[in-house]
C-alpha cells in the first residue's frame, strides 16, 4: 500500500530503520536472565544435602510457569489447575506400576492425557467472566479428586501409588536416593520447557494472548479468532501442567490424592501472583521464595507458618500489586526517569 | 457501480424496541460514504450489525456479492471489512509499534505461529512502522499506549485497522473526544487514504462530515430516511427538522 501517503523519502527510511533496531532485539535474552538460569547449577553445588527440596522447586517452577502462559498471558484464571498436574502425576504412576518406568515416554503421554482433558474443558472457559472461570475450573478438578478417590482400586485412592518404578532416565541416569539425578532431570526439563515458553510468548501467538488479555473485544476487528487462540493456551497450559505433575511423580516415585487437591492448585495461584504475572520469571522466582519460605517457616513453627503466608499475601496485595516482579519493574522503571530527568551533567 | 457493502432489509430489535428498521444500505466500491442522524438513531448499532459484533434479526449482509451475515467478526475482518471504534479499543499496556506489528502480523497470517518472535517477523515490523511513520506516530513507537494522550490514541486505532489492509472501512466517529484542531489532522489522514479502500464514515459533527463525504445516508430512529449528496441532504427540509428538532428540544 504505498498509496497510503506521500512515498516514503530515503532519510526517513533510515529513520525507520534505526528506530526498528530496539524492537527488533526486544526478544534478545537479557543479562539478568543468563545470570537467573545461574542459580540452579549453583544450587546444585551449595545445597548438596537439600536436593530433594531443590526438585521440588522446580517442578513447582514448572507448575507456576503452565498457569502463567494461561492466566498471566491470556488472562484466564483458573482455581483448578492442579486437575492437569494431577493427570499427569496419574499417568506417570500408572504407567510405572505396569513396568512402563521409562521417564521420557512419560511426560510425552502425561502431556498428552492432560493436553486432552485441556482441550475439552477449555470450551467451558471460552464464554465465561473471570467468576464462572473460577468456578468452572475449580469443579473440574473437584470431580476429577473425587473421581480419583472413588476408583481406589484402579489409584489406590487416599493412599495413593507408592513405589512408582521409573526407569534411568535414557536408560544411563539412575534416580538415586539422594535425588540428585531427580533435580538434574527436574531442572533439565524445567529449562527446555521454559526456552519453549519464552519463545511462545514472544511470537505472534502470544502476542495475540496479550492483546486478548487486555482487550478481547477489539481483537476480532484485528482478524483474530479469539476462542481458537484461548483453547489452544488453555490445551498448551495443560500439557505443561501434566509435565510438571510428570516429574513430580518421577522424582518422588510416589503420587498421592494430594496432587489433585484444592490447595495445590490454590498455592500454585498465589505462587504465580506473589511472583507476578505475565512474565515467565514469575511464577519460578514465587516458587523459589513460596517453597523456601515454608521450608523455614514451617521448621520454625510447623502449625502456624500459614499465618505469615497469610500476612505476605495481604501485605502483597496492598503494597506490592504486579508480585515481585512487577514491583520490582515499576521501582527499575522510576528509577530510569528519575536518572532522564536529572540535567546531563548538572552537577546539582 | 457496484455495491461492495450492502444490507437487504436488515432489521434488529432488542426486546421491544427497534433499533434498526428495515435498513437497505448500498456502500458503492472507493464511496467516501457517510452515516449521519441524530443521537440515538441506531448509527452504531448499524455498524455492529455489518461487522458482525450483533446479529440481525432479521435481513442480509452481503460484501462483495459474498453473503456474510452468518460469518463471524475476524472473519469479515479477514475478508477486509475493518472497522475502528467510537470510545477508544486499544491496548493499554503494550506500546505503540507493538500493538500495530500485531495487527499486521494478523493480516498476514502469522498469528497461529508460535515459535518465531514477532520481533523477529521483518515484514510486518517494517510495514508497522512505515504505517506509524504516515500517520505521525513512530516518534511514539516505544511509548505505552495508556501513556498517550487522547488524539494520539485515535491515530492508533486507525493505525490498527490500516493494518489489516481494509477493503471497506467503517470510520465510528474517528474525531470523537478530539479537540478540533486535532480532528482536522484526523481528517487530513482519513482523506489521503487510497480510493481503493471503500470508506463508510459514522460522524456527529456535520462540518466534517460535508467537507468529507460524497454519498451520505441519513438515518432516523433506525431507518434509512435518505440518501443523496451532500448538497441535497444539506437542503432537505426533513433532515434540517429532524437537526433542528433534535437541537431544540
Redesign the interface.
Not at chain 1, 22 to 27: E, H, I, P
Given at each position: 500500500?504505498t498509496?497510503?501517503?506521500s512515498p516514503?523519502a530515503a532519510d526517513?527510511a533510515t529513520?525507520?530503520h534505526d528506530?526498528?533496531r530496539?524492537?527488533?532485539?526486544?526478544?534478545d535474552w537479557k543479562p539478568l536472565e543468563y545470570l537467573f538460569w545461574c542459580l540452579p547449577v549453583a544450587a546444585y553445588f551449595l545445597f548438596p544435602g537439600n536436593y530433594l527440596l531443590l526438585s521440588q522447586i522446580a517442578v513447582t517452577s514448572l507448575f507456576a510457569l503452565s498457569l502463567d502462559l494461561i492466566f498471566g498471558y491470556a488472562g484466564i484464571i483458573s482455581l483448578g489447575h492442579a486437575a492437569f498436574f494431577g493427570v499427569g502425576a496419574y499417568t506417570v504412576g500408572l504407567l510405572g506400576m505396569r513396568g512402563m518406568g521409562d521417564p521420557l515416554t512419560g511426560l510425552v503421554l502425561a502431556a498428552l492425557f492432560a493436553a486432552i482433558l485441556g482441550f475439552f474443558s477449555s470450551f467451558l472457559l471460552l464464554r465465561g467472566s473471570d467468576l464462572a472461570r473460577l468456578m468452572v475450573t475449580l469443579g473440574v478438578a473437584l470431580m476429577l479428586y473425587e473421581l480419583a478417590n472413588k476408583f481406589s482400586g484402579i489409584t489406590g485412592g487416599v493412599d495413593g501409588i507408592p513405589g512408582i518404578e521409573i526407569k534411568p532416565v535414557l536408560g544411563l541416569f539412575e534416580f538415586d536416593l539422594y535425588g540428585r539425578t531427580g533435580y538434574i532431570y527436574a531442572v533439565v526439563v524445567l529449562f527446555v520447557l521454559f526456552w519453549i515458553a519464552r519463545?511462545?510468548v514472544?511470537?505472534?501467538?502470544?502476542?495475540?494472548l496479550?492483546?486478548i488479555q487486555?482487550?478481547a473485544?477489539?481483537?476480532?476487528?484485528?482478524?483474530?479468532?479469539?476462542n481458537r487462540?484461548l483453547v489452544?493456551v488453555y490445551t498448551l497450559g495443560a500439557a505443561y501442567a501434566g509435565v510438571a505433575g510428570a516429574v513430580l511423580a518421577q522424582t518422588n516415585q510416589f503420587v498421592s490424592l494430594s496432587v489433585l487437591g484444592f490447595e495445590n492448585s490454590a498455592d500454585l495461584l498465589l505462587i504465580l501472583i506473589l511472583g507476578g504475572t505475565g512474565r515467565l520469571y514469575g511464577g519460578l522466582i514465587g516458587a523459589i521464595v513460596f517453597i523456601v519460605a515454608k521450608h523455614f517457616l514451617s521448621d520454625l513453627n510447623p502449625q502456624y507458618w500459614q499465618f505469615w503466608l497469610g500476612l505476605a499475601l495481604v501485605l502483597l496485595v496492598m503494597y506490592a500489586r504486579g508480585g515481585i516482579l512487577g514491583t520490582a519493574s515499576k521501582w527499575l522503571e522510576k528509577r530510569r526517569q528519575r536518572a532522564q530527568s536529572r540535567p546531563v551533567g548538572g552537577a546539582a | 457501480m457496484n455495491a461492495v457493502l450492502q444490507t437487504h432489509g436488515l432489521v434488529r430489535t432488542f426486546g421491544g424496541f427497534v433499533a434498526t428498521d428495515h435498513v437497505d444500505l448500498a456502500v458503492q466500491a472507493g464511496a467516501r460514504h457517510a452515516l449521519i442522524g441524530p443521537n440515538g438513531a441506531g448509527k452504531t448499532t448499524l455498524i455492529n450489525l455489518l461487522t458482525g459484533y450483533l446479529a440481525p434479526t432479521e435481513g442480509r449482509v452481503t460484501l462483495m456479492g459474498e453473503d456474510v451475515t452468518r460469518m463471524p467478526q475476524h472473519a469479515r475482518c479477514r475478508k477486509g471489512l475493518v472497522r475502528t471504534f467510537q470510545i477508544n479499543q486499544l491496548f493499554g499496556d503494550m506500546t505503540v509499534l507493538e500493538s500495530v506489528a500485531m495487527s499486521v502480523s494478523e493480516r498476514l497470517g502469522l498469528g497461529a505461529s508460535w515459535f518465531k518472535p514477532l520481533a523477529a517477523c521483518g515484514e510486518a515490523v517494517d510495514e508497522a512502522a512505515v504505517i506509524l511513520q504516515r500517520l505521525g506516530l513512530l516518534s511514539d513507537a516505544y511509548e505505552t499506549t495508556r501513556n498517550l494522550a487522547y488524539g494520539r490514541q485515535r491515530l492508533i486505532e486507525i493505525a490498527l485497522a490500516l493494518a489489516q489492509h481494509p477493503k471497506v472501512l467503517l470510520l465510528d466517529e474517528p474525531a470523537a473526544g478530539v479537540p478540533t484542531s486535532e480532528s482536522r489532522e484526523l481528517f487530513e489522514v482519513i482523506a489521503q487514504l487510497p480510493r481503493d479502500v471503500t470508506i463508510l464514515l459514522i460522524e456527529h459533527d456535520m462540518d466534517l462530515v460535508f467537507r468529507f463525504a460524497e454519498r451520505i445516508s441519513v438515518l432516523v430512529s433506525g431507518a434509512l430516511l435518505l440518501e443523496d449528496t451532500p448538497e441535497v441532504i444539506a437542503n432537505h427540509p426533513r433532515v434540517r427538522e429532524v437537526y433542528l428538532g433534535e437541537a431544540h428540544g
Open positions: 500500500m498509496s497510503l501517503a516514503v526517513s529513520a525507520i528506530s526498528l530496539r524492537f527488533r532485539r526486544s526478544a519463545r511462545i514472544h511470537s505472534p501467538f502470544g502476542q495475540s496479550r492483546g487486555m482487550n473485544q477489539r481483537m476480532p476487528a484485528l482478524s483474530v479468532p479469539v487462540r489452544a | -
